[in-house]
């Protein structure tokens, strides 16, 4: 169930799943290739030295498998695992355990981390779920970094006599571990789903920010904590990462469940007759991948997504179904009526104002041309509708040209129409736009 | 608090004295300052960003960690110095007499809390190797002492000022053992902020609260979620019913309805949730009713009347890719079964008919009896129950009737005014109403 609920926004699931060797992306591959390396790098050098402390390095592999088996899915179709991530950074980050003065190498850590990972990521692999080995890459890799930086200078007397450096240098390398994970996990997605790198790298950075402050934290504390409690503060310090996960998978939750909710609601327009079948979901996943082609950060990639599930719900208040459902082909004035009826039933919910004003503008031209002689004539233009608007009166258009079709030269034909428009119905930007989203699936065909 | 009693005046006075001379008479000689001030601005930051429990009455934060971290540090007068600083705190709402009670109430518990460290054996200030294990169990005591003290304060003025009008008082609601236990496990954090400051100093509240603070944070954002989530199913719902004069609001009443029911025997809080969307949903397949059906004030033939024994079946469809209980489904799905077995779409009978389409059956007809139709006028609620008693056993399941009656007679049914009909709503009446128990819908008879 867990699974289920965490999968949100922007895509469904039958996009994503993919099995662990199938790493279809190139940016996917280098990565675990890089890691990869690094591992068995690690590995043998370990292998070679022997095992340091290996009462100390089974309770940290431990509790990284345990964090790992603990995945965290979290808005937008992230897999997380924060306790393992934190597990993972402490034994990086240990100085003493008790009275004992602990002299893991880097390579250990990487070798504990990796084991633990793996083991931790065999329950996934045993009920069927993704092994996720891109998101385990990119954890491991930054451990890596951390532990090649810091394990020489764990040994330095400097470090280990002034707490206040030490306090410094380990809140520094926790922040860049953090940091390193968000724009990793950035040009993943960039890889992925073909958006812009510093539109994801700032989703990912305000998606990741509350739980990789609890994540550092936690690292930070058990590091330190080791030293007074020994290794009982692992115990003790993963409790509070434990209700804080808790917690999030209940937000993640209650998302998954808010956008399954519109998206089954949305269908009632369907069975009521008065659009085709399948046509708000179409739409919305257009609209939604012109939207990321544009450059649309992810909350507002949201709204688009609830505003073109629900944009023809104001149908539902005519009194007969129009023909067929397609809205393009009634009169501006019907059109109007159902946008504003419709973004009326949206603004009852009071919680998405936004959604509302992008469902009652959304049959706007995009250069009113009387108005525009107007403006010569010295009277102020009227604002362009939203973004989101336009988006969704192209992807309606295109939608209501083509339907269900995949045949590639109706979409061409459709694309071409649309932009005939673009004088003054449709935003060029957004055609284009459009066009290059349609290009690809019909690539993909 | 509105009007307070002398009972609950005199309650408040005597806490807020009581914690004055406790306090005023020291001793403040050896008082290690520094942990005082530091650990009193912590308890300002969190509780200005102190979660409400209900609205304007209660909040929670979890300052009772840096509360109990003082009572290891600085001892019972330093600790209730702390305690006092929740005053400070930049919560808008409260009254000046909330605060006052509120500072006062956390300064006793805390000294209190202090007293008893000090009585187990507990030794004031930086623990250090050798303080292990021996200070946990005074510690354990001092903490016990600080959540019971304060939760049994509280419990007291909440019981003084409760409503006059008898209602289950909220004591029960606010200070739930979980809460206890909660607030029990973050006390316990206060041990280790103490243990970890020899380690790292003032840093230690800090790197100990964060983890809570995000926690606090998500369970906000859960909240906020799940309010809009409830708004946009109530809108979406609405938007189904704007179809049909008569029936608007029957979806928000009817999952009132069942879950005045489901409260009434007994049902665990998420079953309580899930029926209550389940109530809320239960209509929409009538949407793929064709509107001239509703309509019609004549006869229905066999297939219009196929048709709309169809509309749980076509519910169904819309809502299962929702992710919630399997149970609302069943419950959507099989609203119109009857205990006789002669409802629809399956005619199921008695036990195979899921328990939350039982429930959902009486609130169902009980709304429908209630409400004005174009046929007939609103029943009177008395009225209405003699007919859900008449129909117990054939239609409905008797114990969610008699559950239903009981719970009606103790909170009441909201009535809603009679329509006023505008003249362009009046062609979309519902001419008979597949809910009405008292008026069946009247089928052609076959040939």
Known sequence: ?445 | MGKLSRVALLYIGAVVVSAVVLVARGPFTGLRWQYVVFLGILVIVSESRATQLRKGQLTWSPSSAAMLASVVLAGPVGAAIVGACTALGLLRGPSILQRVFNTAMYALSAYLAGRAFLALGGQVGLPDEQSFPGIIAPFAGAALVLVVANHGLLSGVLWLTRPPDGTPSGVGVGLSGRLLLSDLGYAAYGLLIAALWSVVGFFAPLLVLIPLFVARWAVAQFAEQQKAYEATVGALCQAVETKDFYTRGHSDRVSRGSVMIAREIGMRGERVEAIRYAGMLHDVGKLGVPTKVLQKTGKLTEEEYAAIQLHPMRGLDIVREIGFLDEALAGIMHHHERIDGRGYPMGLAGDEIPEFARVLAVADAFDSMTSTRSYRGARPVAEAIEELRKWSGTQFDPAFVDAFVAALKREGWLRREAPVIAAEDLATVTAQDHDDPGAPLRVIDSL
């Open chain 1, 1 to 445: 169930m867990s699974d289920l609920a965490g999968r949100t926004p922007a895509h469904s699931s039958r996009e994503m799943r993919r099995y662990p060797w199938q790493v279809r992306d190139s940016g996917q591959l280098l990565l675990v290739v890089a890691a990869g390396v690094w591992l068995v790098a690690a590995v043998a050098q370990t292998a070679a030295e022997g095992l340091q402390d290996p009462r100390i390095a089974i309770a940290f592999g431990a509790l990284i498998a345990f964090g790992e088996v603990l995945r965290l899915n979290l808005p937008g179709d992230r897999e997380t695992a924060p306790i393992g991530f934190a597990g993972a950074l402490a034994y990086a980050l240990l100085i003493n355990v008790g009275t004992k003065f602990v002299q893991h190498s880097a390579e250990q850590v990487v070798t504990v981390a990796a084991i633990g990972m793996i083991i931790g990521a065999l329950p996934h692999l045993a009920v069927g779920r993704p092994a996720r080995v891109s998101g385990m890459a990119v954890r491991l890799l930054c451990v890596a970094c951390v532990a090649y930086i810091f394990r020489p200078l764990a040994s330095n007397s400097a470090v280990e006599r002034h707490w206040g450096l030490a306090v410094t240098l380990m809140t520094a390398l926790t922040v860049l571990a953090l940091l390193l994970e968000a724009v990793l996990t950035a040009l993943l997605r960039v890889d992925e789903q073909r958006a812009r790198f510093r539109v994801a790298l700032v989703d990912e950075m305000r998606v990741q920010l509350p739980l990789g402050a609890a994540v550092g934290a936690s690292a930070l504390l058990i590091a330190f904590a080791a030293e007074v409690m020994g290794l009982a503060a692992l115990a003790v310090f993963t409790a509070p990462l434990l209700v804080t996960q808790v917690a999030f998978r209940r937000y993640a939750g209650i998302r998954a469940t808010y956008l399954q909710t519109v998206r089954a609601l949305a269908k009632v327009t369907e069975i009521g007759g008065y659009v085709e079948a399948g046509h708000s979901e179409r739409v919305s996943r257009l609209a939604v991948a012109i939207g990321r082609e544009l450059g649309i950060h992810e909350p507002q990639l949201l709204e688009l997504e609830y505003a073109a599930l629900m944009h023809d719900i104001g149908q539902l208040s005519l009194h007969d179904p129009i023909p067929g459902g397609a809205t393009v082909l009634v009169s501006r004035q019907d059109q109007q009526r159902i946008a504003e009826l419709g973004a009326d039933v949206i603004q009852q919910a009071q919680v998405l104002g936004s959604v509302a004003e992008i469902v009652r503008r959304q049959n706007e031209p995009y250069r009113d041309t009387d108005h525009a002689a107007h403006g010569r004539a010295g009277l102020a233009e009227p604002s362009r509708p939203p973004l989101s608007s336009r988006i969704i009166k192209a992807a309606n258009a295109f939608d209501d040209l083509v339907g269900s079709s995949l045949d590639p030269g109706r979409a061409a034909a459709a694309v071409q129409r649309l932009r005939l428009d673009t004088a003054s119905e449709y935003d060029p930007a957004t055609v284009e736009a459009l066009s290059r989203v349609v290009n690809r699936r019909s690539v993909l065909l």
